[in-house]
């Protein structure tokens, strides 16, 4: 991990280069720490972006810098920015899954997923969205079912999967997702990264939390503002 102090910045390996985060980080709801992300003229980070972060941050553990964020991860939680919508059953062409956005809006605090925009860009080949059928693994499962599992695929992308299975060994415990089945109803969740302290394993979560409780993030940095 590289580390410019002043402003401080951390830049962590990330697909074919590099990522940079500004460090400290931000504390609030989903809404609020989007806010200050955005005020900052920062770029808010999406599942794959965390997951090099968290990864990297392994490979020092007691680090100055490193050690801070994998105690927000053990012991509250880091807001990714990948939104999740799941659909129901339903005659149209892209139901019973759910429908994976990177940067999604944000509107009074709360995650807002517009399906027809959304399939609308998958049907275009738009990178940002992923659609991934029910029918993955949800619940306990060992890292190597983790890292292959096609929804943490499909919101990390082949290489963070690979990266939250290397994070989820290094906990005692087998890690969790926390998922659907099956909905009722479209429902749009966060995501979430976490350890759970009491049974010492990573949580992938994207159905439980709501944007009231608090968590954390970094704001992502352009090159050019980091220099």
Not at 61 to 89: A, C, D, H
Request: include cysteine.
């Amino acid at each position: 991990m590289k580390v410019q102090v002043g402003r401080t910045y951390l830049t962590v390996p990330h697909g074919n280069g590099e990522i940079t985060f500004q460090h400290p980080l931000f504390r609030g709801t989903y809404g609020d720490v989007a806010n200050q992300v955005d005020k900052e003229g920062l770029k808010r980070p999406i599942s794959s972006e965390t997951s090099s972060l968290v990864c990297d941050a392994f490979q020092n553990p007691n680090g100055e810098y490193e050690s801070q964020i994998l105690n927000v991860l053990k012991s509250n939680r880091l807001w990714e920015f990948t939104g999740n919508l799941y659909l129901p059953k339903s005659s149209e062409e892209v139901s019973d899954g759910v429908l994976l956005e990177d940067y999604p809006q944000i509107i009074n605090g709360r995650l807002t997923i517009n399906k027809v925009s959304l399939i609308k860009r998958l049907q275009a080949n738009d990178k940002s969205v992923r659609f991934v059928p029910f029918g993955y693994k949800i619940g306990e499962q060992t890292s190597k079912e983790l890292g292959e599992n096609l929804y943490i695929v499909a919101r990390y992308g082949e290489e963070g999967a690979e990266k939250i299975a290397r994070i989820a060994s290094k906990f005692k415990d087998k890690p969790r997702v926390l998922s659907f089945e099956s909905i009722d109803k479209e429902t749009a969740k966060m995501s979430v990264l976490y350890g759970d302290f009491f049974n010492g394993r990573l949580c992938v979560d994207s159905g439980y939390w709501d944007g009231d409780d608090v968590g954390h993030s970094f704001g992502v940095v352009s090159s050019e503002k980091s220099e």
